[in-house]
């Protein structure tokens, strides 16, 4: 579970800074956003370490925030590059925190 939510944490690290890579920090509301809920995904990636099971909340915070991300792009009408990243790296938020959510039982 260890590197699931690591790597959870870095992608939370890239929503954070990809205003700046991706070159839209110009606009307030879509820098606040993915400030906002990149930096939260990443603390709670980080207090969810370790942790799996369908009762650890961090995890399921971090699976509705990767929802976010897939509508973000949408929302502020972000170039292509930064919409393809947005929605993988969304998706990837999913699949990783549902996959701590639910673990293999065998």
Do not use: R
Not at 44 to 72: D, E, Q, R, T, Y
Not at 75 to 86: D, I, N, R, T
């Amino acid at each position: 579970m260890y590197m699931k939510n690591l790597l959870c944490a870095c992608m939370g690290i890239w929503f954070l800074v990809s205003p700046w890579v991706f070159g839209f920090e110009a606009n307030a509301s879509a820098l606040y956003s993915c400030v906002l809920f990149g930096s939260l995904q990443f603390v709670l990636a980080i207090l969810a370490l370790g942790k799996s099971g369908s009762k650890v909340w961090p995890n399921w915070i971090c699976c509705v925030i990767g929802v976010l991300f897939i509508f973000v792009p949408n929302v502020y009408h972000l170039e292509l590059m930064a919409f393809f990243s947005f929605v993988v790296l969304g998706f990837m938020t999913i699949l990783v925190n549902y996959s701590n959510l639910y673990p293999d039982q065998s």
